[in-house]
């Protein structure tokens, strides 16, 4: 079982930045490729960036890119998201995500549905 926790959001102004942390416990991330999906209200969960276990490979959503970067230290159990340039219309909850990949560098994983651990989410909130 892995137990995950967001934290890092926050309101920041139109052009700012933030940094989102999702720690894990409960066992190690090591197997696991990470995802970030976000949903604003009234809206479905969307894909963000993912990561494969060893952090060699990512993916971003075409809204994010050039933007948001994902990483993940594997030694502190961590995932991160680095959100720069920020815009109104990145406002919503951000969720991260485990899927166990069993040391396969896959990282091509933008359904939820694909996903067996979430944590509950940290609310950005962007003011223009």
């Known amino acids: 079982q892995v137990q995950l926790v967001e934290s890092g959001g926050g309101l920041v102004q139109a052009g700012g930045s933030l940094r989102l942390s999702c720690a894990a416990s409960?066992?190690?991330?090591?197997?696991?490729?990470m995802g970030w999906f976000r949903q604003a209200p009234g809206k479905e969960r969307e894909f963000v960036a993912v990561i494969s276990w060893s952090g060699s490979n990512t993916y971003h959503a075409d809204s994010v890119k050039g933007r948001f970067t994902i990483s993940r230290d594997n030694a502190k159990n961590t995932v991160y998201l680095q959100m720069n340039s920020l815009k109104p219309e990145d406002t919503a909850v951000y969720y991260c995500a485990a899927i166990d990949t069993y040391y396969s560098d896959s990282y091509y994983y933008t359904d939820h549905n694909q996903y067996d651990y979430w944590g509950l989410g940290t609310q950005v909130t962007v003011s223009s």
């Open positions: 409960g066992r190690t991330l090591k197997t696991y490729a």
